[in-house]
């Protein structure tokens, strides 16, 4: 019935394969533990999982620093247990992405390796290299998102290269067509493989201006802030020749049938849609972080969901994402009540939702003794709030030692409450979180409208944020409630009638409106409207 692509319809789910299970014992998590979980994860409902780096990686940011595109880091496993995760996992119809790192590889890669050896080597040309300011100093004023200069001086050819993360992670020259070409044979490696599709790592920072002008200051910019945003990156990132290296891209994924080129992209929404591309030849999804830095606020929520389905072009299909390795935990940032809110939010707005590991049992953000910080952006910028330990931490699966994620000391800690928040014990309980997820992908893949339908905002305003999905012959109506108060729900010149699909607490599950509804505090509710049910236009 539906002619939509797969990812248009599916449930993703984050995997940092270091935190979700460990198999052989390392206190590290590894593809054999991911393999182990197939069960739970289909369990759960969802339909495609994306895993973080597992490429051969000397770990200087945890795999993000990749020095052998077409492998396997033997901290995960090996070819061979990827091809069985990928067997397993398509057997159970569960699609499989990998994250593609191609803005910057290690400083271990052989190409780097080769690259610095000397100004005539074949491969200098595949890193951004420059001389140093008369000065003797960086060539601009260019900086590295986790703290100082973005140059590294390299002594043996006396000329700095570009990082704009660690100075163990150089940048490769996207004006490059041999770099081109050769990240396009890796995607094709994964791609015969079987893989479904790829996450791309910051594809907005994939060119730099090539005349490097130094970037304006940042009249913004406040002491403690994170020390990038001394800047503004105009000639760093989000180039419009991008598009084209982009489009290259996803030319190789449209070789292979059925596969997705999702991209990461931290821009204002004006910016973020462009990377649907021309005539759609860009990202199938370019990820929608925008609910991660907007205030947890009814109003400015409509405000930002309209805001998103104005700006998106013609056929491009939306998406929403409330966590990722990179950014503190919902639970962590709403509180776990509100976290059950955020998770209706997400999963019954129109777009594909992605869930981030652990979400679904409402991990919390950890706070990380100073002794224990592994993140290298809280090592390089310590004390202000930059570290991303915190919301890596190992899954919680049940209530033995280390949480039932290894049968050793895990390499962060786990969380100090994973004796009650658990897959183990969260499975037995119907009011947990993980069951609300639970209820909640099972009513989407249910409702044509909440998969499909159109969004219809109805009201924001104090804590309450009302909407409704609707396609032909189905609407669903979604009423959150931000607050701590009781808010009563009617419709204004309206009748609300219907029958509630999924509630927060699953204590109204089943229950028929025949009027108005009162959501209780911190209380969401999902509910199927009555075919005579009459829904007033927007009121936001
Ligand atoms: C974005 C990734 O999500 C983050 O974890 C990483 O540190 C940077 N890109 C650099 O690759």
Redesign the pocket.
């Given at each position: 019935m539906d002619r939509r692509a797969w990812w248009q319809t599916a449930v993703m789910y984050q995997i940092y394969p270091r935190s979700f299970q460990d198999d052989n014992g390392d206190g590290i998590g590894d593809l054999r533990g991911i393999r182990r979980r197939l069960p739970y994860l289909c369990d759960l409902g969802i339909d495609a999982v994306w895993i973080?780096p597992i490429f051969p990686s000397p770990m200087a940011?945890?795999g993000?620093?990749v020095s052998d595109y077409t492998g396997i880091d033997p901290l995960f496993g090996t070819l061979r247990e990827l091809d069985a995760l990928l067997a397993a996992a398509h057997a159970d119809e569960l699609k499989i992405l990998l994250d593609l790192?191609p803005?910057?590889t290690s400083d271990r890669h052989p190409w780097f390796q080769e690259s610095r050896v000397s100004r005539q080597s074949p491969r200098r040309d595949w890193y951004i290299w420059r001389d140093p300011a008369p000065d003797g100093g960086p060539p601009n004023n260019w900086r590295s998102?986790f703290g100082g200069s973005a140059w590294e001086l390299d002594p043996r050819t006396g000329q700095y290269y570009y990082h704009?993360?660690l100075a163990a992670?150089p940048d490769l020259n996207w004006r490059n067509p041999a770099v081109r070409a050769a990240m396009h044979e890796v995607m094709r490696f994964w791609l015969k493989r079987g893989v479904d599709g790829f996450r791309v790592?910051?594809i907005w920072h994939l060119l730099k201006d090539d005349q490097f002008p130094d970037n304006p200051p940042n009249p913004a910019f406040r002491p403690g802030q994170r020390p990038d945003h001394a800047v503004i990156p105009v000639h760093t990132t989000d180039q419009p020749e991008v598009h084209e290296v982009i489009a290259g891209l996803r030319r190789v994924v449209d070789e292979f049938p059925d596969r997705v080129l999702i991209g990461?992209i931290y821009l204002p929404i004006d910016r973020l849609v462009t990377y649907y591309g021309r005539d759609l030849e860009g990202a199938h999804l370019p990820f929608n972080f925008a609910l991660l830095d907007t205030p947890w606020e009814a109003r400015g929520i409509a405000k930002l969901i309209d805001e998103y389905e104005a700006a998106l072009p013609p056929g491009g299909w939306p998406n929403w994402v409330l966590g990722?390795?990179?950014r503190p935990r919902i639970a962590g940032r709403v509180g776990p009540a509100q976290a059950r809110i955020a998770a209706m939010l997400l999963l019954t707005l129109r777009g594909t939702p992605t869930i981030y590991y652990g979400d679904e049992i409402g991990m919390p953000q950890v706070p990380i003794p100073t002794d224990r910080v592994c993140d290298p952006?809280e090592r390089n910028v310590p004390g202000i709030g930059c570290g991303?330990d915190g919301a890596r931490t190992p899954m919680q699966w049940d209530a033995t030692a280390n949480a039932g994620f290894s049968t050793r000391e895990p390499w962060l800690p786990v969380a100090a409450g994973y004796a009650r928040d658990n897959v183990e014990r969260e499975r037995r309980d119907p009011a947990s979180m993980l069951d609300l997820y639970r209820r909640l992908i099972a009513a989407r893949r249910r409702s044509p409208s909440l998969r499909l339908g159109h969004y219809r905002p109805i009201a924001a305003s104090g804590d309450l944020l009302l909407y409704v999905r609707e396609c032909p012959g189905e609407r669903t109506l979604v009423g959150l409630n931000l607050g701590g108060h009781t808010v009563p729900v009617t419709f204004p010149g309206g009748q609300l009638r219907g029958e509630v699909l999924v509630s927060s607490g699953a204590d109204r599950d089943g229950a028929i409106s025949q009027g108005g509804i009162t959501l209780r505090g911190n209380e969401g509710l999902v509910m199927a409207l009555a075919p005579d049910a009459v829904v007033p236009p927007s009121v936001v």
């Open positions: 973080s940011d945890f993000y620093d790192v803005n910057h998102a704009a993360f992670q790592d910051v990461e990722n390795h990179d952006f991303r």
